[in-house]
């Protein structure tokens, strides 16, 4: 169920944004089935990232809720937009910023550009249960062999 899409006009004061998606729409959350909010975005918010942790831990708690983040690296300059942000950092450093977010929410980080993924939590967790199933596997031709050599 999608609630609420959230523009931060020009700016990323993502707090202000997420104060709005919880206290507006969350305000009577046994009416709400959601699970999680989605934050896509191009750049390290306004705010200070501890601060932004600190907070989406305390609401996600309180709304048995997550936030899941999408980070798309744009490849242009600060000011190419003619809006320079309150705050800058370097793509890496975003993601950085973001992960630990992520963390604070129990939610998931993704991070793609115009190259491609660079990161992403679902595709981690895929390639993990892909190589735990392959080891299960060649432990059971392990085993298959070694009966197959008693008989």
């Not at 959230?6 to 707090?15: D, P, Y």
């Not at 305000?27 to 699970?35: A, G, L, R, T, W």
């Not at 191009?42 to 999408?70: K, M, N, W």
């Not at 080891?135 to 070694?146: G, H, R, T």
Request: glycine letters at 6%.
């Amino acid at each position: 169920r999608w609630v609420l899409s959230l523009q931060c006009k020009g700016s990323r004061n993502f707090m202000s944004a997420l104060r709005r998606a919880v206290e507006v729409d969350f305000k009577d959350k046994e009416k709400h089935k959601s699970q999680g909010l989605y934050l896509l975005t191009t750049g390290i918010p306004d705010q200070e990232t501890h601060t932004i942790s600190a907070y989406v831990a305390e609401v996600c708690r309180g709304f048995d809720l997550q936030l899941h983040v999408c980070l798309f690296s744009v490849m242009k300059d600060v000011g190419s937009s003619g809006v320079i942000p309150a705050r800058y950092a370097n793509p890496a450093e975003t993601a950085s910023a973001f992960k630990e977010i992520v963390q604070a929410a129990s939610g998931r980080f993704h991070w793609f550009g115009e190259a491609g993924i660079f990161e992403s939590d679902d595709i981690t967790s895929i390639v993990s249960e892909m190589e735990k199933a392959k080891n299960y596997s060649q432990k059971c031709a392990f085993l298959v062999e070694s009966l197959k050599q008693r008989s």
